[in-house]
């Protein structure tokens, strides 16, 4: 006897244009939403939630009954990236996932990430009250530590999934307190072997991650959702200059080597050859400026730069670093310092996949909602998960582009648009 099929499946067989009717659960979502913004280090409407923090620690819990709640089967890696699956009819068949992370920098607000994570849950369900069964497994993944707060280092968990930083370099990450990562993920319960969180490429067949935009352009232009075709990555640098200090009033101008001076020669050196590209997706931060000794009549004798450089081309962003170490050789000369760079990370940038852009763009229509094509120039998990499996990523707008902030905010009528989509997208991916 023939499976019989359910209306969310005849409609995905039939095409791309049959309306499926879905309900999302709104009302649920936003309580929820609202429920884990309540779990943070700083009082309301401020979230903070460092990685392996007690309100870390809270929120994982969480999020882990929620999913719990809903059937799925939960299971942490030892860095303690959280999956919970929804088992499909083929368990031998890669999975479809999706997800996002829930760990905030100091004084954010309630949607970045969670979006992604409650989000990607309230997904999952709405295919399940629609009475559809996955061909292939659909995973939810919480992502550990997406916000470099804590090490210094963004994307923690999923670069070790993705093999991008060894065990033995992430043993030697530490807190500003000195704290170790193995310190800090044994004190939050997760004691395995590190070596055992790198996944193969292959393991997913495909990771879609719905995100607030972070930016203003979706708001601006009234185009409702955004389909990223691709995603911008980072280069980051430490630059060391060294130069010599002296009595502010009795050292001559003459006879200076003032490292800030020259730390401003570098900066304004960045900031033009991020401008001069010739592209709008290059853009160049220096984020850090330490001066010692710090003190107003004294000539700074060593000053160290971070500094964060974007594209979403790698070769155009590397220019750029290649341009700034050239300015710095001059600087140095001429004004008698020393400069030394580390570069803490420069990873490469990703491009989403075009079949899973199409099960974006075909969902849209079948939502009856409208988007655009746009690129991330903030980097997400995603990049990381773009060496595992093929990605996608789907931005939903929020007010005036705020991110980062308390006042963060993205419109239930946005979420629900979000999950929708997703929703669908799931559905087309796990039938394949």
Known sequence: MAKSRTPVEKALENGAETRVEISVDIAGLMSEIEALAQISEG??????????????????????????????????????????????????LAPVATGSHIDAIPNAGAYDGVVGVLGGLEAIRTLQRSGFRPNRS????????????????????????AGAISPEQALVLQDKTGRGLDELRHSAGFTGDLAAVKLA????????????????????????????THIAAPASLRILIEGEGGHAGAMLMPDRHDALAAGAELILALETAAKTTGAIDTVATVGVCEVFPGAVNSVPSRVRLETDVRDTDSARRDGVLTALKGAATEVAARRGVR??????????????DPAILAALDASIVAAGRSARRMVSRAYHDSLFMA??????????????????????????HWIEAGVDVLARTLARLACQ
């Open 43 to 92: 009082d309301p409407p401020v979230v903070t939630r460092v990685v392996f923090s007690e309100a870390d620690s809270r929120a994982r819990a969480y999020v882990k009954e929620l999913c719990q709640a809903a059937g799925l089967a939960i299971r942490e890696d030892a860095v303690g990236n959280t999956f919970a699956r929804w088992e499909g009819r083929d368990p031998a």
């Open 387 to 412: 060496r595992i499996a093929p990605v996608a990523m789907l931005f939903i707008p929020c007010r005036g582009g705020v991110s980062h902030r308390p006042d963060e905010y993205a419109s239930p």
């Open 339 to 352: 400069i030394s760079f580390e570069t803490v990370n420069a990873d490469p940038p990703a491009t989403c």
């Open 138 to 161: 659909i995973e939810l993944i919480i992502f550990t530590s997406e916000e470099p707060t804590r090490f210094g280092i963004g994307c923690l968990g999923s670069r070790m999934m």
């Open 201 to 228: 490429a292959g393991d997913y067949n495909s990771f879609v991650e719905l995100h607030i935009e972070q930016g203003p352009l979706l708001e601006r232009e009234g185009l409702g959702l955004g389909v990223v």
